[in-house]
């Protein structure tokens, strides 16, 4: 099992960057596959990007494509978000999420506990 702890969220203007952070406890970071889910006020949780374990694979909502980037550091247990050219409806509380099975109907079983990004025009 593994835990999660994200980190980086904020406020920003329309335009600006944030860099979201997920750090996983344990020994076994690399066998998992990461990704970053994210739930807007009133709205259902919706997928965002997720990387493989072995970090070939990489898959993002196309709300976000060309704009966010997933990346993952197994020496260090964490998983990134760069954002950049943020607009107002990114805004939410965005999860990392974790599991060692990846498909394309990713379900992971192991979630963090949320970072707010908040996004102002």
């Known amino acids: 099992q593994v835990q999660l702890v994200a980190s980086g969220g904020g406020s920003v203007q329309a335009g600006g960057s944030l860099r979201l952070s997920c750090a996983a406890s344990?020994?076994?970071?690399?066998?998992?596959?990461m990704g970053w889910f994210r739930q807007a006020a009133g709205k259902e949780r919706e997928f965002v990007a997720a990387?493989?374990?072995?970090?070939?694979?990489?898959s993002y909502a196309d709300s976000v494509k060309g704009r966010f980037t997933i990346s993952r550091d197994n020496a260090e247990n964490t998983v990134y978000l760069q954002m950049n050219g943020l607009k107002p409806e990114d805004t939410a509380v965005y999860y990392c999420?974790?599991?060692?099975?990846?498909?394309?109907?990713?379900?992971?079983?192991?979630w963090g506990q949320g970072t707010q990004v908040t996004v102002s025009s």
């Open positions: 344990g020994r076994t970071f690399s066998t998992y596959a």
């Open positions: 990387q493989t374990r072995s970090g070939d694979t990489l």
């Open positions: 999420a974790a599991d060692q099975v990846y498909d394309s109907r990713w379900s992971p079983r192991y």
